[in-house]
């Protein structure tokens, strides 16, 4: 069974910091999805990488997927309270998803 | 504007209750399904459907059960509610295709069991 590991587990930072959440695969990704979840929310889709070392950016935020398809990352730049949220990875197997844990972060004004 | 909509946002219920959990999408997707959200433990997926009247088992369907009538509506059914299921509810639904499909979530329900 495929395992997700997010790293860290939570993230309580200032306005204008940066920072990286990580999530590591036990196994291959086939195909990985960031998600945002904000407080009394459902998930929403940030992006989805598929090519190992594929980078792709989203205004402030910058999705990095490992060559060996086994790990992504997630920097934040300039970080805003409105950034606030569970950060959330996922691998597509078939039609289903397997979620990590999740990276509760919170940006203070 | 895509959406899904579950019946309640809060819910209580006592032991031993059966609830129902509806969700609603109005993007004609073929597939639904349904998650429980607990503090560091992400989301597991308890049942999922990939069409009208066909269910299948997620991670953790024991204590559950699901019905699929209609295209649009997904429900999860608790037929002897437990403390143990005191959680946050999460539908989802997609289009059936390739490996890059986005899930569109609903906002949730969450449930206390007493």
């Known amino acids: 069974t495929q395992l997700l590991e997010q790293s860290p587990q939570f993230l309580s930072i200032q306005e204008g910091e940066n920072l990286t959440v990580y999530c590591n695969s036990s196994s291959v990704f086939s195909s990985l999805q960031w998600y945002r979840q904000e407080p009394g929310e459902g998930p929403v889709l940030l992006v989805t990488v598929v090519t190992g070392g594929e980078v792709k950016k989203l205004k402030r935020l910058t999705f990095q997927f490992g060559d060996a398809r086994k790990d992504s990352s997630l920097h934040i730049t300039a970080a805003q309270p409105g950034d606030t949220g569970l950060y959330l990875c996922?691998?597509?197997?078939?039609?289903?998803?397997?979620f990590g844990q999740g990276t509760e972060l919170s940006v203070k004004p | 504007d895509v959406k899904v909509t579950q019946s309640s946002r809060y819910l209580v219920k006592r032991t031993g209750e059966k609830v129902f959990l509806e969700c609603v999408q109005d993007?004609?997707?073929?597939?639904m399904f349904w998650y429980r959200q607990d503090p560091g433990l992400g989301l597991r997926l308890i049942y999922f459907s990939y069409d009208v009247k066909m269910k299948e088992k997620g991670d953790i369907p024991e204590g559950y059960s699901v019905s699929r009538e209609k295209k649009e509506r997904f429900s999860l059914i608790l037929e002897s509610a437990s403390t143990n299921q005191t959680s946050m509810y999460l539908c989802?639904?997609?289009?059936?295709?390739?490996?890059?499909?986005?899930?569109?979530f609903g906002p949730g329900t969450r449930l206390t069991v007493l």
């Open positions: 996922a691998d597509r197997q078939g039609g289903k998803l397997i």
């Open positions: 993007m004609d997707h073929e597939n």
């Open positions: 989802a639904s997609s289009r059936q295709g390739g490996n890059t499909d986005t899930q569109y």
